[in-house]
């Protein structure tokens, strides 16, 4: 049994815990949280397992690393605070844990990675035997293993888009659909996840993994960003009121160009009423999906629905980034030392688990 721990409590660690204690190969051995309040409390509740594990959530970081745990699901978020996260998961690189997280978009396509901040992870694992793998869902497997493998059944490629169509009323963290996304924000208010070489720099990697694995070059990466107005005000069951006139729907794509044309396309449509900008894609089930469209011979379109948590279809997309991640530890333990992206680290079958509910 692989000792692992899960870090944060979140979105993704909720789903984390939950995947861990699933895992026929792995042992929950600790949780980290960050707030005062879950401190103490058993591992299964903050899960949502309805059980208790037996494991007490602590915020003592020195102490759980000490005990020299194999493995962490680095799952607190990066996205306001990525210097803090990387050194977070250098920390227990360095104490010999393999690593995986959602948390560092630089480092989802490692070989292209910041210098120094590769650096400083290739340090970590010649000190300490460790490993890390940043992956996730969109960007991770929609944007990398999904399309890849689809592709695969075709005879000619033309080109590949990969689609995330969310309502984002099902999302569960208000502050980053309303100021880092911008929903209910006035129409010039510049969100910071839509802020010019933003996306290419969250998704590129997504993009130069695919043109990697498909054998082309890339002439380089594009972006584009389009926003719609609320024609109406709307009132949400989580989040209350987004006002007329504000932002309620955005649309981007990250094209990866080859040849001239944009060939490798992610693309990330969102809203936050189903009102707003209706000749945009829709997902089939009306809140959210991930959708993989080969253009070629013949056209294949795939599209994954996933839901968890009463059906959310946010925790749904959480539960399967977590599930990527944990699935891979063994495989990782098993590979020894390294720094790896998502075309190293196989998708691989549930084995010993059809079935099993719980231990």
């Avoid at 051995?29 to 949502?48: F, N, S, Y």
């Avoid at 977070?88 to 948390?103: K, L, Q």
């Amino acid at each position: 049994m692989v000792a692992t721990i899960v870090w944060g409590t979140g979105n993704v660690g909720r789903a984390a815990i939950r995947a861990v204690d699933a895992h026929p190969a792995l042992k929950l051995t600790a949780v980290l949280v960050h707030d005062p309040g879950k401190t103490g409390r058993d591992a299964g509740e903050l899960g949502g397992l309805g059980r208790e594990l037996g494991v007490t959530a602590t915020d003592d970081v020195s102490a759980v690393l000490a005990t020299g745990p194999r493995a962490v699901v680095y799952a607190a978020s990066g996205d306001i605070r990525p210097d803090d996260a990387l050194a977070d998961i250098v920390r227990a690189v360095r104490a010999g844990a393999v690593v995986v997280t959602p948390s560092l978009y630089a480092l989802y396509d490692q070989r292209n990675a910041p210098p120094e901040t590769r650096r400083q992870v290739l340090a970590a694992i010649d000190e300490g035997g460790g490993s890390l793998f940043v992956s996730g869902v969109d960007p991770g497997w929609g944007n990398d293993v999904l399309p890849l493998l689809i592709s695969g059944l075709g005879s000619t490629i033309d080109a590949i888009r990969c689609q995330e169509i969310f309502d984002y009323t099902t999302y569960d963290q208000e502050d980053s659909v309303r100021y880092l996304v911008g929903m209910g924000q006035a129409m010039d208010y510049e969100p910071p996840m839509l802020a010019p070489t933003v996306p290419a720099m969250v998704w590129g990697g997504q993009v130069r993994l695919m043109a990697r694995a498909l054998g082309v070059e890339l002439d380089g990466i594009r972006e584009s960003v389009d926003r719609r107005p609320l024609e109406a005000s709307v009132s949400t069951r989580a989040m209350g009121e987004f006002a007329a006139g504000t932002q309620g729907a955005v649309r981007f794509e990250v094209q990866g160009i080859v040849g001239g044309e944009p060939l490798i396309v992610i693309e990330h449509v969102t809203r936050i009423h189903p009102s707003c900008a209706p000749d945009w894609p829709m997902p089939p089930g009306g809140e959210g999906a991930h959708r993989v469209i080969v253009e070629g011979r013949p056209r294949i379109e795939v599209t994954v629905e996933a839901t968890d948590e009463d059906g959310n279809r946010s925790a749904g997309g959480n539960a399967t980034a977590a599930g990527r991640l944990v699935n891979a530890i063994d495989w990782l333990v098993a590979a020894g030392p390294g720094l790896y992206d998502g075309l190293d680290v196989p998708l691989r079958p549930a084995a010993g688990r059809l079935g099993r509910r719980q231990r």
